[in-house]
């Protein structure tokens, strides 16, 4: 018989095994060419160098985009 918290843990398992060395699993810079970079926050993209660290690492960045009304509508 499975709980839910069993589910949640083997979840977790996983992604410890599979996804977090995918990202992670380089050394160095030359260790990130290819990985993905995740950026889920709202800050931080306009930091004088991301661009750079983008283009230096080779990593392939994923933005999540959360809320279109600021550029939209930006008297909100």
Same mark, same amino acid.
């Given at each position: @018989?499975?709980h839910?918290? $069993?589910?949640?843990?083997?979840?977790? !398992?996983?992604?410890? !095994?599979? %996804?977090l060395? @995918? @990202? %992670?699993?380089?050394?160095?810079? !030359?260790?990130?060419? &290819?990985?993905?970079?995740?950026?889920? &926050?709202?800050?931080?993209?306009d !930091?004088p160098?991301?661009?750079?660290?983008?283009?230096?690492t080779?990593?392939? #960045?994923?933005?999540?985009?959360? $809320?279109?009304? #600021?550029?939209t509508? #930006?008297? %909100?």
């Amino acid at each position: @018989m499975s709980h839910a918290g $069993d589910t949640g843990q083997r979840l977790w !398992r996983l992604a410890l !095994r599979g %996804f977090l060395p @995918m @990202m %992670f699993g380089g050394r160095g810079v !030359r260790g990130l060419k &290819g990985r993905l970079y995740l950026n889920v &926050g709202h800050t931080g993209l306009d !930091r004088p160098g991301h661009t750079q660290w983008i283009a230096r690492t080779g990593v392939r #960045p994923i933005y999540f985009v959360h $809320d279109l009304i #600021p550029l939209t509508h #930006p008297e %909100f």
